[in-house]
């Protein structure tokens, strides 16, 4: 079982940055692959990166490649979503999910089965 928190949402401006948080507590995290969605007002969830148990893979959806970067530190079980060149359309409430599958990394929500409350992020142009 894992649980997990996000934090570091708010309100920003188009071209600023802004790091979300997401910390696990529970066992095992860094057995976990870890992924970052979204989901913004009437629209569908969408994935937007996902980093491997060890961080030696990460993916990005075409969306946000370039301008957010996924890292994550096993010591602290925490994995961090930077957030760069942030634009309106990036507002979002930005939820954190561990999965424990194996092979190939996957930003497929269905592979993920802990999921964070979220936070929102807001960026006003």
């Known amino acids: 079982q894992v649980q997990l928190v996000e934090s570091g949402g708010g309100l920003v401006q188009a071209g600023g940055s802004l790091r979300v948080s997401c910390a696990a507590s529970?066992?095992?995290?860094?057995?976990?692959?870890m992924a970052w969605f979204r989901q913004a007002p009437g629209k569908e969830r969408e994935s937007v990166s996902a980093i491997r148990w060890n961080g030696g893979s990460t993916l990005y959806a075409d969306s946000v490649k370039g301008r957010f970067a996924i890292s994550r530190d096993n010591a602290k079980n925490t994995v961090y979503l930077q957030m760069n060149s942030l634009k309106p359309e990036d507002t979002a409430v930005y939820y954190c999910?561990?999965?424990?599958?194996?092979?190939?990394?996957?930003?497929?929500?269905?592979?993920?089965?802990?999921w964070g409350q979220g936070t929102q992020v807001t960026v006003s142009s």
């Open positions: 999910a561990a999965g424990s599958f194996y092979g190939s990394l996957s930003l497929n929500s269905d592979n993920y089965e802990y």
């Open positions: 529970g066992r095992s995290f860094s057995t976990y692959n």
